[in-house]
C-alpha cells in the first residue's frame, strides 16, 4: 500500500477521521508526522521498535522494524506500513504489541501471535520466532472435552502475554513470574489460567516488560464479607498469636512462611511475597518507635539496613485527592530529635552495638498471603542511610482502602484479648498516645505540602485541631489508608484491627471523646454502584493488581521484590480506577476524576512527579484543571490525553527526551534538561485535530485524531469533557465540603435529630448523583477511544436513570431546605470556613459579594441541576449535526427534551421549597394558630395562602378568621385556635355558578364535610380553582414528587383511590378507611380499619359496605375474633355469607340486616366440645323459624321438623342413634300432643305425650309379635310404663287384613312439598321473583347473567376462591342467555335445554347450581349419621319426589314453551340417522323414549340423583336388609354349583344351553365341570347396575342384559326366533344368579319408586317385572 508521511501542521481535509500521528519527545521542534492510511486507524500499538495498527474493517497493519519477518530488507521508511495478509478474510477488533511480538484478536475471539518467541511468548512450541499471525488456542483443559476461550482483551510484554476471557478471567503463557502462574518451568507454550484471579471480575490488563496489571471490580459487600482465615494456606501455621505478660498482651501477625521463596541465581533466597521473620519486642511499653541498624554479621553479600516501616497519614492535596504522606515527606520536614516519640533519639543514629533490630509493622491483614509483611535482613557492614532516602520494603504499610470483613481472626483475637487482660490494656496505652504518634508521623503537620490554598493552614483550626481529628479517626483503627475512614465505617466495612508489635491499648481520655454524639456516619462512595445502572455503566468500585519483577518498584507494593501471584494495590482500591497502563519498568492507573497515578522506575521522569519512593502510586504533577482521560506508557516516557482550557484535547510528556532519533544518555542528564521534571504540554498538540486515543511505546508516541464533520466530533468531545468536568466538580464538593462538615463534632447538636437525619438522606442521594456521574464520564471517555458514536450513549437510550437520581436529589435537597437545614448548617460550616468562605464560594461559582452562608450552601448544594441544562444543550448541539427529519435527530431531540423538562421542573420544584422555607421563616408573625407547626413535613410543600383575605369562608362569623393554606398534599384551615387538615387525595373541588348567586364560590367536598369559599374575585376564585385541582392531581398521582409535571389534567377524576381516617362520622369514627372512592364517599373496592381492631374489606356503595366483603371484629371476653365473609347491603350484612364466631359457631347461609335470616346452617362446638350440634334450615330474625334440621350430637339425636323463635314448635320426626323413632307434635321445645313412637324392634306407640319421650295419656301399644295394649300412660319411654287399660291377643287363625296393625308413618312428619320452602324462596327471588313463579322471564334471566358476571369478578379479584379452568370455561357459556329459552320446544331444543341445565347444575355461581348444592346439603345433613333409619326411607324418596316438581317449576319458568309433566313433544323431522347419533350420544342421561313425553324425573333425576345416591341407598338397603339377607344366601347356594348343573335345575331348556363359550379369545367347550362362564358377556352386563344411578340408567342396563342373553342364544338358533317368556325367564334367572348382585332388592325398589311413570307399562316396564319376578324367586327358592 502506497503510504506517505506529512506533517501534521498542515491542514488536513475537512471530515478525516482515524488519523494516525507519530512522533518522539517532547522539545519544541518535534512536529509529529502523519502516516496516511487509506482507512480510519481505529486503535494502535506499540512495542519497542515496531508498531501495529488497527483499521476500519478490520484489517491489520505493522511498521517498523520486523527481525521475525524473513523476507523483511532493510525499511527504508520506518512508518510505512505493511499489511498482515495472513489475516486476510479475519476481522480483527483489538491489537497488541509487546516488546517484540504482537497480537490481535478477531472479533469471533481468536487469538493470532506472531513475532519474537523465543520465550514462549507467542504462544507456539518449537518455534523461536513466529514471522507471521498464526492462530493460538487457548483451551480450557477443566472442560471435557477442552472448549475454546473466547478472548476479549490482550496484552503483551517482553516475554510474557495476557489474554482476557468473556468469562472475565485471565490466561497468560511465557516466561517469567510476571505470568503469574503456579509454575517453576519456562517457558509456559500453552495459554493458562492465572488462578489467583479466579472468581473475580477483571475489566482491563496491561503488560509491562517484566511485570502485569489487572484492573478488577471490587467484590460486592455480600461476597467480600467472608471469614477470613485464621492458619497460612500453605504451611497451616496460625497467622496471629497472642502472648499474655504481666503489664501487657502481645498480639503478633508475623507469621513466616518457609513456601514461597522465589530463589536468586546466585543460590540466595528472597523471601517471597507475604513472608517476613519473627518481630522482636521492644524492652518497654513507651519505648520509641525508632529505627535501628542491624548487627554486622558474616556474609559475602553487600549489607543494607533494616528500613523503618511508616505509618501514612492523610493530607488533602490542591485538587481534592487524598494524598499520602510518606517517610520522605516526613524526613523532608526536619530531621529534629524532638519529632520522635518519647523524645527518642536521632533517627538515623542508633547504636547497633547497644541492642537488636527492632521493628515495627502496623499492617492491613488480607486473605492472600502474598500480602503477608516482607522483612529481610542482609548480613554485612553496618550501614545508615541518609533520612531523606528512606526506602519501604513492605506491601503492607501501603495506603489504600482496608478490605472488606465482617470478621477476622485477628479481630477475635483482640476480643479474647481485651476480655483476658481488662484494665491492664488501658494504662499502658497513655505512654504511647495517640497524640505522641501522630507527631511522630506528621512532623510539622500544619504545613503539610499540598493542603489546599482555599484553607488556612490546610485544615480549619491549625495544626493542633488537626492532631486531635487525625486522633479520634486513628482511634482503633489502621489510619493508613488514603480513604476517609468515616467513609469507609459508613459503608459498613469492618476492619481487621492491626496492633503494635507489643500491644493496643486505648486511652480513656479518647474513649471519653469518641461517646460524644457523632452525627451518624453517612457512605461517600457507594458500595456496588447503582444497582439500576447494573452493566449499562462501568464500574468505579475497582482495584488494580500487580504482579511480576518489582525491582524498579512497578508493582507498587511499597518494595523492589517480586510477586509470583496477582497481588491487590491497596491504596487505589478507593482511587476509582478505570484505566491501567504498563511501560518497561513503570506503571499508571487513571481514575474517574481524571487523576493519573503513577509508579516504578522514574530514572527520566516518566512518572510525572519527582517524589519518592516511586515504589507506592503517587499523582503526577499536574496544573490544576487538568483532566486526563488517556494514558500512554512507553520504555522510558509517559505519553496523558487531557482536556485543556476548551474543549479540544490537549497532549503531555514526561520521561526522557529524544533528540534526532536518539535517546539521551544519563551522561547528558548533566547538561540540562534530558527529561521531564513533571508532564510537558506539547505545543503540537492543537493541530493534531480532536484527538481519541494515545500509545505509547519504546521512544515512540502515538496520537489517533479526528478531524470534526459537521461539528459531530466536537460535539462528543464536549459532551464528554463536560461530564469529566462536572464529576471533578462534584468530588471537589465531596471532599471540600461534605467530609470535612460530616467530621465536626458539633454538626448532629447544631441540626437536631430531624435535619441529621435529612442530611443523611442528602448526602446519599448525592453520593449516587456523584457516582452516576462519574460513571457516566467514564462511558463517554470509553465511547471517544472506541467508537465516537451517539448511538450508544446511556444518557439516550437509559435516560431513567439520570432523570430519577437527579429528582431523588433535587427531593432531597428540598426537604433539607424546607426544614431550616441549610440555616442550621450555617453555623457549623461558619466554624469551618472561617468568615471568609472563599472556597465554598468558589465551588458554588457565586460571585455575589457578602452573600449568606446558608444562601451560598443552598446554591451549592442546587448547582447539579444546572448540568441538566447543559446535557440538553449538548443533545441539542449533537443534533444539529443530522438532517432534521432522519431517526437519528428525533432521538436526540427526544433525549433533549426529557432533560430540559426535568430541569424546568426541578427549577419549580427549588422555588416550591423555597417559597416554603420562607413561610415557615415568617409564620410565626403571621399568624398564632396552636399546633399549626407540627404540620411542617419535610416533604410538605405550600402552593398558595389566603392571609390576604382572598379567600373567606361563606357564612363565617363576623369576627371569625379563616386562614386557608394549601400545600401539595393538604389543604388547612385555621383559625384562632385551631386548624383542621384536610387530605388533597379526598378532596373533591367544584365551582359554583355565579349566574344566580354573583358569588365568586367554589364548593369543597371532604369525606365528613362539605362547605363553601367565596374568593374575591373571579380571578382570585380561577386560580384556587386551578391550584386545588393541580395539587389534587399530583398528589394522586405522585407527579409533584417523581414526574415532570407535563400534561396535567384540567381536573382530577371524580373517582380514585386514597387513605382517610374518619374523625366525626360516628359509625367511622377515627377508623381508616383506604380504597377507592366516589365524590367523597368510598365508593368501590377498599378497607376500613377500626381503632378497636375491627377490619372490614371488601366493596363500598355511597360510603356504605355494599357487595361482597370480610369482616373481623374482635371479641371483648375472648382473645379470638369474629369473622364473617359474605355479602353486604347498605352497610348491613345481607345476602349469602359465613360467620365463624368468637366462640367456635360457624354459620352459613343468608343474613339480612345484620341478622341470620333465611336458609342457614349453624354448626356449634366440635365433636370434642361440650355440646357439638348441627342446625340447618330456616332462620327469621336471627332465630330458628320454620322448618329445619337440628343433629344434637351430644345425645345422639337428630330432629327433622317446624321451628318457631329457636324451640321446636309444629310437626316434627326425632330419630336416635339407638333405633328410636318418633314423629308427632311439639310444642314449647317438647313432645306434647299426639304422636308416633317405634323402637327398633318394632315396639310402637301411638297415642298423647307430655314431655321428651314421655307418655301420657290416651294411647295403644303395640307389641312386635302383634299383641297391644290400649288405655291410659304415664312414665318415661325406656324406664317403666303405668298402663290403666285392655290387653289384647290377636287370634292365630284371623286372617292378615285383621293382623296388620302396622302404623302409617309419614302422617305427622312435616309434608315434603313443605321441606326446605325458603330454599326455593332465595332461588326465586335470586332470579327476581317475589313468589314462585311470580315475576317475568326475561328480567330473570338477565339476573342470572349479572349473577354470574358479579361471583366471577369476584372470584378473580379472591387469589383462594380461584375456579378451576374447566369452571372458568363453563362459566363463560353460562353468561350468555341462551336463544332456545323461547319458542316451540322441538327435540332439539329440548336436548339443548338438558345440556343447558347440567351446566347450571355443576355451576355453584348460577341459581340453579347453588340451588341444587344447598339440597344436597340439607338432603345428606337429613338422612346421614343418626338420620340413616330405615324408617325415613318414604320420606326420603317422597323428598326427592318434591325436588323435582319444584326444580321443574324453575325450569318451566326459565323456559316458559316447555311442556308441563307428562306433556309430548313433536316427533323430530330430521332423517333418521341424524336421531340414531342424537340417541346415542346421549342414551346414559335420558329415558327411552324422551322425545316423546316430558317428565321431571327424566330431565333431572341425571342431575340430581347421583348427588343425592349415598345417603337414599342406605335407606334402602336398611329397609330391605332382611330380604337380602335371604336373596343373598340363597344366591351364595346356588352358585357352588357349575354351569351345567345349574342350568338344568333352573329348568332351562337344553336347546338354550351354550355348547361353547369364548375363553381368552379361543372357544372352549361347555362340560359339567365348567363354571361361570356361560352367558358370562350378559352377567358382566347385569352387574354394571350397581354403578348407575338414576332409575333410567338402570333399566338400560337390565335393557342391555337381555340384547345380550339373546345375541347369544341366537348364535345356535334361527334367525326368526322369537322369546316366550317361559323361555326367558329361567335363563334370565340364572343371568341374574351369577351377576352375584348383593342388594338386588334395594335397587329393585328404588327403581319401582323412582321409575318415570312414562315408561311403567312399555318394554323398560316389562323387563324390570322380570327382573324383580327373578328377585322374589330366588328368595323363595329356600323352601321349594
Not at 342414551?1483 to 345417603?1511: D, H, M, N
Request: with cysteine; glycine share 10%.
Amino acid at each position: 500500500m502506497e503510504s506517505q508521511r506529512k506533517s501534521s501542521g498542515e491542514e488536513d481535509n475537512s471530515g478525516e477521521r482515524g488519523s494516525l500521528h507519530t512522533w518522539k519527545g517532547y522539545s519544541y521542534s518535534v512536529t509529529p508526522e502523519r502516516v496516511l492510511l487509506s482507512r480510519p486507524v481505529l486503535q494502535a500499538a506499540l512495542g519497542t521498535r515496531h508498531g501495529v495498527l488497527l483499521v476500519e474493517g478490520g484489517q491489520v497493519y505493522s511498521f517498523g522494524e520486523f527481525p521475525w519477518k524473513q523476507s523483511q530488507v532493510s525499511e527504508v521508511d520506518p512508518l510505512k506500513p505493511v499489511l498482515e495478509s495472513a489475516l486476510s478474510g479475519q476481522r480483527v477488533v483489538a491489537v497488541a504489541a509487546g516488546s517484540f511480538h504482537s497480537g490481535a484478536l478477531t472479533e469471533d475471539g481468536g487469538v493470532h501471535m506472531w513475532g519474537e518467541n523465543s520465550f514462549g511468548q507467542c504462544g507456539l512450541s518449537s518455534l523461536t520466532v513466529v514471522p507471521n499471525p498464526t492462530p493460538v488456542a487457548v483451551m480450557d483443559p477443566d472442560t471435557s472435552p477442552p472448549h475454546t476461550i473466547r478472548v476479549l482483551e490482550l496484552a503483551c510484554g517482553e516475554q510474557h502475554s495476557l489474554a482476557l476471557s468473556a468469562q472475565h478471567e485471565v490466561w497468560a503463557w511465557g516466561s517469567g513470574c510476571q505470568l503469574g502462574l503456579v509454575t517453576t518451568i519456562f517457558p509456559v507454550w500453552k495459554p493458562l489460567k492465572v488462578e489467583h484471579l479466579v472468581g473475580r471480575h477483571v475489566l482491563q490488563v496491561a503488560c509491562g516488560a517484566f511485570h502485569s496489571l489487572a484492573l478488577v471490580r471490587c467484590l460486592p459487600p455480600q461476597e467480600s464479607r467472608r471469614p477470613i482465615p485464621d492458619k497460612c494456606g500453605q504451611c497451616n501455621q496460625l497467622l496471629y498469636t497472642m502472648t499474655d505478660k504481666e503489664d501487657h498482651v502481645i498480639i503478633s501477625d508475623s507469621h513466616y512462611c518457609p513456601l514461597g521463596v522465589e530463589l536468586l541465581a546466585e543460590g540466595e533466597a528472597r523471601l517471597g511475597p507475604g513472608r517476613s521473620p519473627p518481630l522482636g519486642l521492644l524492652s518497654s511499653p513507651s519505648e520509641p518507635l525508632s529505627s535501628h541498624t542491624s548487627a554486622p554479621a558474616p556474609g559475602p553479600h553487600p549489607s543494607i539496613t533494616e528500613h523503618t516501616y511508616y505509618e501514612r497519614g492523610r493530607t488533602v492535596a490542591q485538587n481534592g485527592e487524598v494524598l499520602t504522606t510518606t517517610d520522605a515527606d516526613i524526613s523532608a520536614s526536619g530531621t529534629d530529635s524532638d519529632r520522635g516519640v518519647g523524645g527518642a533519639g536521632s533517627r538515623n543514629s542508633p547504636d547497633p552495638d547497644d541492642q537488636a533490630v527492632k521493628e515495627y509493622l502496623k499492617k492491613l491483614s488480607d486473605t492472600s498471603l502474598a500480602e503477608e509483611t516482607a522483612k529481610m535482613t542482609i548480613a554485612g557492614a553496618s550501614f545508615q542511610p541518609p533520612a531523606d532516602s528512606l526506602d519501604l520494603l513492605t506491601s503492607d504499610l501501603i495506603p489504600g482502602v482496608m478490605p472488606v470483613t465482617t470478621s477476622s481472626a485477628l479481630n477475635n483475637l483482640v476480643s479474647s484479648c481485651a476480655s483476658a487482660v481488662g484494665e491492664r490494656v488501658v494504662s499502658t496505652y497513655e505512654a504511647l498516645s495517640l497524640k505522641k504518634m501522630i507527631n511522630y508521623y506528621y512532623p510539622g503537620v500544619g504545613g503539610v505540602a499540598g493542603v489546599p490554598g482555599g484553607v488556612p493552614g490546610g485544615f480549619p483550626g491549625g495544626p493542633a485541631e488537626v492532631r486531635v481529628r487525625l486522633e479520634e479517626s486513628m482511634q482503633g483503627k489502621k489510619s493508613c489508608s488514603t480513604g476517609d475512614i468515616r467513609e469507609e465505617e459508613a459503608e459498613g466495612l469492618s476492619r481487621r484491627l492491626s496492633l503494635p508489635g507489643l500491644l493496643s491499648q486505648v486511652s480513656p481520655r479518647l474513649l471519653r471523646r469518641a461517646s460524644r454524639p457523632r452525627v451518624q456516619a453517612v457512605p461517600l462512595t457507594l458500595v456496588g454502584g447503582l444497582p439500576e445502572a447494573g452493566e449499562l455503566l462501568p464500574s468505579l468500585q475497582t482495584e488494580v493488581w500487580s504482579w511480576g519483577r518489582g525491582e524498579e518498584g512497578q508493582l507498587g507494593h511499597g518494595d523492589n521484590l517480586p510477586r509470583l501471584q496477582p497481588l491487590c494495590i491497596k491504596c487505589l482500591s478507593s482511587k476509582e480506577v478505570v484505566l491501567v497502563a504498563a511501560g518497561a519498568h513503570h506503571s499508571l492507573a487513571l481514575t474517574a476524576q481524571s487523576q493519573v497515578f503513577s509508579w516504578g522506575s522514574n530514572s527520566s521522569g516518566q512518572l510525572g512527579h519527582m517524589a519518592s519512593p516511586t515504589t507506592i502510586p503517587r499523582l503526577a504533577k499536574l496544573s490544576e484543571g487538568i483532566r486526563v482521560w488517556d494514558v500512554g506508557a512507553g520504555a522510558q516516557h509517559t505519553l496523558l490525553l487531557a482536556d485543556g482550557d476548551c474543549y479540544q484535547p490537549i497532549l503531555y510528556y514526561s520521561g526522557q527526551q529524544v533528540r534526532g532519533g536518539v535517546q539521551d544518555t544519563p551522561q547528558d542528564q548533566t547538561e540540562g534538561y534530558s527529561y521531564t521534571q513533571q508532564p510537558v504540554l506539547l505545543p503540537f498538540c492543537m493541530n493534531l485535530g480532536y484527538v481519541s486515543g494515545v500509545f505509547a511505546g519504546g521512544q515512540s508516541c502515538v496520537a489517533l485524531a479526528d478531524r470534526t464533520v459537521m461539528g459531530f466530533i466536537a460535539s462528543l468531545h464536549e459532551l464528554a469533557t463536560a461530564e469529566r468536568k462536572f464529576y471533578c466538580k462534584l468530588s471537589s464538593v465531596k471532599n471540600h465540603i461534605l467530609r470535612p462538615l460530616l467530621d465536626l463534632e458539633s454538626l448532629s447538636t447544631a441540626l437536631g435529630p430531624a435535619s441529621t437525619v435529612l442530611l443523611r438522606s442528602l448526602v446519599r442521594c448525592y453520593s449516587r448523583l456523584c457516582h452516576l456521574t462519574g460513571q457516566h464520564s467514564a462511558s463517554l471517555t470509553a465511547n471517544l477511544r472506541r467508537r465516537r458514536e451517539f448511538k450508544s450513549l446511556v444518557m439516550l437510550e437509559h435516560a431513567s436513570i439520570f432523570l430519577d437520581t437527579y429528582n431523588e436529589y433535587c427531593c432531597s435537597v428540598g426537604n433539607f431546605l424546607v426544614m431550616g437545614g441549610f440555616q442550621a448548617l450555617a453555623k457549623p460550616s461558619l466554624e469551618f470556613f472561617g468568615k471568609c468562605p472563599e472556597l465554598l464560594q468558589r465551588l458554588a461559582e457565586s460571585s455575589e459579594e457578602n452573600i449568606p452562608l446558608s444562601d451560598l450552601l443552598v446554591t451549592l448544594f442546587y448547582l447539579p441541576m444546572r448540568h441538566l441544562h447543559e446535557y440538553g444543550r449538548l443533545l441539542l448541539k449533537l443534533g444539529t449535526c443530522f438532517e432534521v427529519s432522519s431517526v437519528d435527530y428525533q432521538k436526540l431531540q427526544d433525549g433533549c427534551s426529557k432533560f430540559e423538562a426535568l430541569a424546568l421542573h426541578l427549577k419549580r420544584r427549588r422555588k416550591e421549597a423555597e417559597y416554603t422555607y420562607h413561610f415557615w421563616k415568617s409564620f410565626p408573625g403571621k399568624m398564632t394558630v396552636s399546633g399549626l407547626d407540627s404540620l411542617r413535613n419535610p416533604r410538605r410543600r405550600l402552593i398558595c395562602e389566603s392571609s390576604n383575605k382572598a379567600l373567606t369562608l361563606q357564612n363565617s362569623g363576623r369576627f371569625s378568621v379563616n386562614w386557608f393554606i394549601l400545600f401539595n398534599d393538604a389543604l388547612v384551615h385555621a383559625q384562632f385556635s385551631t386548624h383542621h387538615v384536610f387530605p388533597l387525595a379526598t378532596l373533591w373541588v367544584e365551582p359554583i355558578p355565579e349566574e344566580n348567586t354573583g358569588l365568586h364560590g367554589l364548593k369543597l367536598i371532604s369525606p365528613e364535610e362539605t362547605f363553601t369559599l367565596l374568593a374575591c374575585s373571579s380571578m382570585e376564585k380561577a386560580k384556587w380553582l386551578r391550584s386545588i385541582n393541580q395539587a389534587v392531581d399530583q398528589a394522586m398521582t405522585g407527579a409533584g414528587q417523581s414526574g415532570s409535571g407535563a400534561g396535567q389534567r384540567a381536573e382530577p377524576p371524580i373517582s380514585r383511590t386514597a387513605s382517610y381516617t374518619f374523625y366525626k362520622d360516628s359509625r367511622l369514627k377515627e377508623a381508616t378507611y383506604e380504597g377507592r372512592w366516589l365524590a367523597g364517599k368510598p365508593n368501590g373496592r377498599g378497607m376500613v380499619k377500626w381503632l378497636d381492631g375491627r377490619l372490614y374489606t371488601g366493596t363500598f356503595k355511597n360510603g356504605l359496605e355494599d357487595g361482597f366483603g370480610d369482616y373481623v371484629m374482635p371479641s371483648k371476653t375472648l382473645n379470638l375474633n369474629d369473622h364473617y365473609q359474605g355479602h353486604w347491603k347498605e352497610g348491613k350484612m345481607h345476602g349469602i355469607g359465613t360467620y365463624k364466631y368468637a366462640t367456635g359457631e360457624l354459620y352459613e347461609g343468608s343474613f339480612q340486616d345484620n341478622m341470620r335470616h333465611g336458609h342457614g346452617m349453624l354448626r356449634s362446638g366440635t365433636l370434642n366440645s361440650s355440646s357439638p350440634s348441627v342446625f340447618i334450615g330456616q332462620w327469621v330474625h336471627d332465630k330458628k323459624t320454620g322448618y329445619g334440621v337440628f343433629d344434637d350430637i351430644t345425645r345422639g339425636e337428630k330432629y327433622m321438623g317446624m321451628w318457631q323463635d329457636d324451640q321446636r314448635q309444629g310437626t316434627g320426626v326425632i330419630v336416635t342413634q339407638f333405633g328410636l323413632y318418633y314423629e308427632g307434635a311439639f310444642n314449647n321445645n317438647k313432645m306434647q300432643g299426639t304422636g308416633v313412637l317405634l323402637s327398633e324392634d318394632n315396639t310402637t306407640y301411638e297415642g298423647e305425650f307430655s314431655e321428651d319421650w314421655t307418655l301420657n295419656g290416651k294411647g295403644v301399644l303395640t307389641m312386635p309379635n302383634g299383641d297391644y295394649f290400649e288405655g291410659s300412660f304415664t312414665g318415661e319411654w325406656g324406664s317403666g310404663l303405668k298402663v290403666t287399660g285392655s290387653f289384647f291377643k290377636p287370634n292365630l287363625y284371623d286372617s292378615d287384613g285383621d293382623k296388620g296393625r302396622a302404623v302409617k308413618l309419614g302422617r305427622l312428619a312435616v309434608p315434603s312439598e313443605e321441606k326446605w320452602r325458603v330454599v326455593f324462596e332465595e332461588c326465586w327471588m335470586r332470579l327476581g321473583c317475589e313468589a314462585p313463579g311470580q315475576g317475568e322471564n326475561q328480567r330473570a334471566w338477565e339476573n342470572i347473567a349479572v349473577a354470574l358476571t358479579t361471583s366471577r369478578r369476584q372470584h378473580r379479584d379472591s387469589p383462594e376462591m380461584n375456579l378451576s379452568r374447566t369452571q372458568n370455561r363453563m362459566l363463560e357459556s353460562l353468561e350468555f342467555i341462551p336463544q332456545q329459552h323461547v319458542g316451540p320446544v322441538t327435540m332439539e331444543k329440548y336436548d339443548s335445554i338438558r345440556r343447558y341445565l347440567i351446566k347450571a347444575c355443576d355451576m355453584p355461581l348460577h341459581p340453579l347450581g347453588r340451588l341444587l348444592e344447598t339440597l344436597v346439603a340439607v338432603y345428606r345433613m337429613t338422612y346421614v349419621g343418626v338420620g340413616a333409619n330405615r324408617r325415613l326411607l318414604l320420606q326420603a324418596v317422597n323428598e326427592i319426589m318434591s325436588y323435582l316438581a319444584r326444580i321443574f317449576q324453575l325450569v318451566r319458568f326459565l323456559f316458559p314453551d316447555l311442556p308441563e309433566e307428562g306433556g309430548a313433544i313433536p316427533e323430530p323431522s330430521s332423517n333418521p340417522q341424524d336421531k340414531k347419533d342424537s340417541n346415542c350420544a346421549d342414551t346414559q342421561l335420558e329415558s327411552p323414549k324422551p322425545g316423546r313425553v316430558v317428565s321431571s324425573s327424566a330431565l333431572l333425576l341425571p342431575v340430581l340423583l347421583p348427588r343425592l345416591y349415598p345417603p337414599l341407598f342406605t335407606l334402602y338397603a336398611l329397609e330391605k336388609e332382611k330380604e337380602d339377607d335371604v336373596y343373598w344366601e340363597c344366591v351364595l347356594r346356588l352358585n357352588k354349583q357349575p354351569d351345567v348343573a345349574l342350568l338344568a335345575f333352573l329348568g332351562v331348556q337344553h336347546k338354550f344351553w351354550p355348547v361353547s363359550v369364548p375363553v381368552l379369545g379361543e372357544k372352549t367347550e361347555v362340560v359339567s365341570s365348567t363354571k361361570d362362564a356361560c352367558f358370562a358377556s350378559a352377567t358382566e352386563t347385569l352387574q354394571q347396575i350397581s354403578t348407575t344411578f338414576t332409575p333410567s340408567d338402570k333399566l338400560q342396563v337390565i335393557q342391555l342384559t337381555f340384547e345380550e342373553i339373546t345375541k347369544e342364544v341366537m348364535s345356535s338358533l334361527e334367525d326368526n326366533f322369537l322369546w316366550s317368556m317361559d323361555d326367558l325367564f329361567p335363563v334370565f334367572l340364572y343371568v341374574v344368579l351369577r351377576a352375584r348382585i348383593r342388594n338386588l332388592g334395594s335397587e329393585v325398589s328404588l327403581i319401582e319408586d323412582l321409575m318415570d311413570p312414562c315408561v311403567q307399562h312399555g318394554e323398560h316396564g316389562i323387563m324390570f317385572t322380570t327382573l324383580k319376578a327373578c328377585y322374589y324367586q330366588i328368595q323363595h327358592e329356600k323352601t321349594t
